[in-house]
């Protein structure tokens, strides 16, 4: 087919045509001229760097966007043309899975991995759906979150769990600095079936973080919070390797009473056994009631409940020690009080 007029159109020109086209009527426009199809690869596919996946029991909406534009180039899984788009769309860096339980396709995650995409952010809400869905439904769902996630997500740095928005747990990693904010409900299945294991499927083969810091938030009991941010944020084996662990309680720690924040520490202590080289324990209550006097009582149940081989310094900062203070007391164990 010759190719005509369009031939000569400066090639921002032909980027500015295909945003204001669909994106099967794109994916045809490429089909009219190996010139065209070069073309479009190079001034429209080159933009996209967002990836969302919209699955629930209906079918699935598949949709790339552009960080310049609000506009989005959608279509559903029943045309191939997403497929075509998804493996022309070399920048993709981020992507968003929105999956209700009783959705049947999960063929949108096997060609997202076909793709080999170098993603930087996943962020995947996982919701009910519109029929209560059995446990052997669930039971299908979270093996193949999890194997996409250990397939896919080597080189990711923010990744995003939700269950609803108040519901969810988010990890960062900037160097060799982690992040995990746990927000979550007590759910001691789920937490077992998929959490830990989708978690653990993110960091397997990484080096483990020198750096990290726990934000807990919860609901019921903050202790089991607690315990199941640390297991979601380090798998075992990469326990021994953790320098610096800061918890930092946020604002609920300001409804707990001495007594509950002890016990708290008390239950999370024999965790920390894993941990051999840990040299900083930075402890933020800045916002609860405690009084600077009752610092040398939490301290005393974190130093008993640990190995000889710890040396650890407590802190109520909100912000790590400096670096030559860090040396100089990295072989003693203290308080120091905020």
């Not at 798998?235 to 924040?261: A, G, H, M, W």
């Not at 080289?277 to 609860?288: E, G, R």
């Not at 407590?314 to 164990?333: F, I």
Request: with cysteine.
């Amino acid at each position: 087919m010759s190719i005509g007029d369009l031939g000569v159109l400066p090639p921002e020109l032909i980027r500015q045509i295909c945003y204001n086209l669909n994106l099967d009527d794109i994916i045809n426009l490429q089909k009219c001229h190996h010139f065209l199809e070069l073309m479009i690869d190079n001034v429209f596919f080159v933009d996209l760097k967002t990836l969302e996946a919209s699955c629930d029991a209906h079918g699935t909406v598949v949709g790339l966007s552009a960080p310049s534009t609000s506009a989005q180039f959608s279509t559903t899984t029943a045309s191939d043309s997403w497929k075509e788009a998804l493996y022309k769309s070399r920048r993709v860096s981020k992507l968003s899975v929105r999956r209700t339980e009783d959705a049947r396709d999960n063929y949108v995650l096997d060609i997202i991995e076909r793709a080999e995409l170098n993603l930087d952010e996943v962020e995947i809400a996982l919701l009910p759906g519109s029929q209560t869905s059995s446990q052997h439904s669930k039971s299908k769902i979270y093996p193949k979150l999890t194997e996409f996630i250990a397939s896919c997500c080597r080189s990711v740095t923010r990744f995003r769990l939700e269950c609803d928005p108040s519901n969810f747990i988010e990890y960062t990693l900037q160097g060799t600095n982690a992040t995990l904010i746990y927000s979550q409900d007590d759910d001691s299945l789920l937490q077992q079936q998929f959490v830990v294991p989708l978690f653990h499927a993110l960091n397997e083969g990484r080096r483990c973080p020198s750096t990290l810091t726990l934000r807990i938030g919860w609901r019921e009991k903050p202790v089991m919070a607690l315990q199941a941010a640390f297991h979601a944020a380090l798998p075992r084996s990469q326990r021994s390797k953790l320098q610096v662990l800061r918890l930092d309680f946020c604002n609920n720690v300001s409804t707990l009473s001495r007594d509950e924040i002890q016990q708290i520490l008390a239950q999370y202590a024999p965790y920390l056994n894993d941990t051999r080289q840990l040299q900083h324990l930075i402890l933020d209550l800045s916002h609860s009631k405690l009084l600077a006097s009752e610092l040398e009582m939490l301290y005393s149940i974190i130093s008993r409940e640990l190995p000889q081989t710890h040396r650890i310094s407590l802190y109520t900062s909100e912000y790590l020690p400096k670096a030559d203070v860090a040396q100089k007391q990295k072989h003693t164990n203290r308080v120091a009080c905020s």
